[in-house]
């Protein structure tokens, strides 16, 4: 998956994830899992398609300091729920601070929507509040017709 701008790389491997750190960008810095428990968050990697970019060993990843990603840390984070089959939703989107403006992000999105071609979906649906722009350059749109969805939960 070279989408993502050179040195970064996407992984779909779970074993590399750094799981706390997940956690705290979304619990603490996403507008839509603010407050989300680590055992909802493992949970949903647990049983989610998971995306993660990473920075090259030695490489603080866009981080002056040096500070998380020290080593070749994970940079940045995508969830996807699937089937595999006819359906997927794309959540968790998620790029850290200090790699925003890079690239990573498109980049990302490029990586999971190239991922899930091979499996001819019908839909792949998204819930953005900012970003709408991004995704409309990978082919996102709004649906043609809102009013035929509904959803349960007001969360």
Known sequence: MAHVPAPYEVSTDPARLDR???HRWLSTDAYWALGRSRAQQDTAIDHSLN????????????D????????GGQVAYARVVTDRATFAWLCDVYVAREARGAGVGSGLVAAVRDHLAPYRLRRVLLAT???????????????????????????
């Open 51 to 62: 995306f993660g970019v990473y920075a090259p060993a030695g490489d603080p990843g866009g």
């Open 129 to 155: 509040g900012d970003a709408h722009g991004v995704y409309a350059r990978f082919g996102f749109a709004p649906l043609a017709d809102p009013s035929q969805w509904m959803a349960l939960g007001t969360a």
């Open 64 to 71: 002056p300091g040096g500070g998380l990603r020290a080593g």
């Open 20 to 22: 706390a750190l997940v």
